[in-house]
């Protein structure tokens, strides 16, 4: 099977630190007969039998270009995860449709960060401090932690939410789904004096056995979606009342940490092969057909 992984596009800065994140997964996929070629996602769909998502970074930065290429994607070349699974993710507006359906979301405030939608959101919130950021977004792009008189960002479509002091503690607790079960966790926490949990601004990983209110808001989340996702990752972190709440649920380019679990690249290798109905050969090990479709997830 010839898989197109779609990439950040050419000349993109995020090209090759994504390339050498790609190749982590190389290995396990060859062993399962999926070749990967990598395909800069403005120039997809391309001509392999199916493709992946997982690494098209950079779509951010051309938001209306990456929802005309899901709204032409073809039928007949599967896509992972599905074009409207991955244009209805885009924006993060999705939470609310999340919370409309049941899931105990951040509480956000989506518009203009204008100085009065501020001023609004401190007193909404009654909390000292904000975080803003675009509604399109990846990376903690253009995120901004504001307090009191701080001069507002110049976001025209924003998502405007508390600042959880958790996110310093405790940290952000992260999910992940492959094939639609649960397959391992990580908590997030980020460095003293920041609020970024990405390592790049210092942020520190950990392996996490998740508590039950995790498991059962991203069941309710997954329940919510518009179409099952081959792979997620639910991101959640504890209000001010000690309740956890989704933060974000991503099923375009998540990480999917595989430095504390080096097993996902072949899981998710298995759930491509399950989805699409290839044969797969795994080294030493007699050929198989499966056809599968991933519905809620599995959290045993």
């Known amino acids: 099977m010839r898989l197109d992984l779609l990439m950040p596009a050419r000349g993109d800065a995020y090209a090759p630190v994504a390339a050498e994140a790609a190749e982590a997964y190389r290995p396990a996929f060859a062993a399962r007969g999926i070749e990967l070629t990598a395909l800069p996602w403005p120039e997809a769909p391309g001509d392999g039998d199916a493709a992946l998502a997982l690494f098209a970074w950079g779509y951010h930065f051309a938001p209306a270009r990456w929802r005309a290429l899901l709204a032409a994607w073809p039928a007949a070349r599967p896509l992972i995860n599905p074009p409207a699974l991955l244009a209805w993710n885009a924006r993060k507006t999705y939470l609310l449709a999340l919370e409309a359906a049941g899931v105990p979301i951040v509480p956000s405030h989506f518009g203009p960060a204008t100085p009065e939608a501020i001023a609004a959101a401190f007193a909404a919130f ?175």
């Open 126 to 300: 009654d909390t000292p401090e904000l975080v803003v950021k675009p509604q399109v977004s990846a990376g903690s792009h253009e995120t901004h932690r504001l307090e009191p008189g701080d001069s507002a960002p110049p976001i025209d479509d924003a998502i405007l939410q508390p600042f959880l002091p958790a996110i310093g503690t405790e940290g952000e607790l992260s999910l992940l789904f492959i094939g639609g079960r649960f397959s391992h966790a990580v908590r997030k926490v980020a460095a003293p004096g920041d609020f970024r949990i990405q390592p790049q601004f210092g942020g520190r990983f950990s392996p996490l056995d998740p508590p039950p209110q995790a498991r059962a808001i991203a069941t309710a989340a997954f329940a919510a979606l518009p179409a099952p996702p081959l792979y997620a990752r639910v991101d959640l972190i504890r209000l001010a009342d000690g309740k956890l709440a989704l933060m974000e649920l991503e099923v375009t380019e998540p990480d999917l940490y595989l430095d504390h679990a080096p097993h996902v690249a072949d899981d998710l290798a298995a759930a491509i092969l399950a989805h699409t109905g290839h044969t797969h050969r795994i080294s030493g090990t007699p050929a198989s057909t499966t056809s599968s479709d991933s519905g809620a997830p599995s959290l045993a």
